[in-house]
T-cell receptor, first 113, second 113 residues
């Protein structure tokens, strides 16, 4: 069965520092990859997605992610974080033809002044 | 364009009761998915409907059921509530194609006493 691993449950970082949130998925014939963000007491908002094509994907709020098929990874990066980026970040995959999202356990990004 | 709406936002029930949650998708979206979010299990897929047909379902007991109406609105029902059913239930809608982005509602917070 397909699975998603987010090894870091929490990542503390100072404001304006760069950050990388790691995501690995189990191999499958074809998957679509997503990063979502969840602010307290809210639903999920899509940051970016990879369906095919260029392996470097740019999303909203200055985030980007790189798809690495050989390492089955889809790490999320931001060159300079803001206090407002403090939130829970979820990596997710959709196995082709399944119409469902399989989520990782989430990474809490804590940005300190 | 209005986003995904869920009603009610908060709900308190007692063990053994049943509950119905409602989801109105974004206009034009024909797919509705449901997810359960808990601190212990994270985000788990419940089921997905497209044009009134269930296309996929997760590993939940038969107490969890859903349906979709001709206007794409969806409901999910949980019968014989257990304490462990306390969770945030998230609804998401999409156009319904393979790998299409899912847009999430704010969720319904269910507390079972």
């Amino acid at each position: 069965a397909q699975s998603v691993t987010q090894l870091d449950s929490q990542v503390p970082v100072f404001e304006e520092a760069p950050v990388e949130l790691r995501c690995n998925y189990s191999s499958s014939v074809s998957v679509y990859l997503f990063w979502y963000v969840q602010y307290p007491n809210q639903g999920l908002q899509l940051l970016l997605k990879y369906l095919s094509g260029s392996t470097l994907v740019k999303g909203i709020n200055g985030f980007e992610a790189e798809f690495n098929k050989s390492q089955t990874s889809f790490h999320l990066r931001k060159p300079s974080v803001h206090i407002s980026d403090t939130a829970e970040y979820f990596c997710a995959v959709t196995p082709g033809g399944s119409y469902k999202l399989i989520f990782g356990s989430g990474t809490r990004l804590l940005v300190r002044p | 364009k209005a986003g995904v709406t869920q009603t009610p936002r908060y709900l308190i029930k007692t063990r053994g009761q049943q509950v119905t949650l409602s989801c109105s998708p974004i206009s034009g979206h024909r797919s509705v998915s449901w997810y359960q979010q808990t601190p212990g299990q994270g985000l788990q897929f419940l089921f997905e409907y497209f044009s009134e047909t269930q296309r996929n379902k997760g590993n939940f007991p038969g107490r969890f059921s859903g349906r979709q109406f001709s206007n794409s609105r969806s409901e999910m029902n949980v019968s014989t509530l257990e304490l462990g059913d306390s969770a945030l239930y998230l609804c998401a809608s999409s156009l319904g194609g393979d790998g299409d982005e899912q847009f999430f509602g704010p969720g319904t917070r269910l507390t079972v006493l």
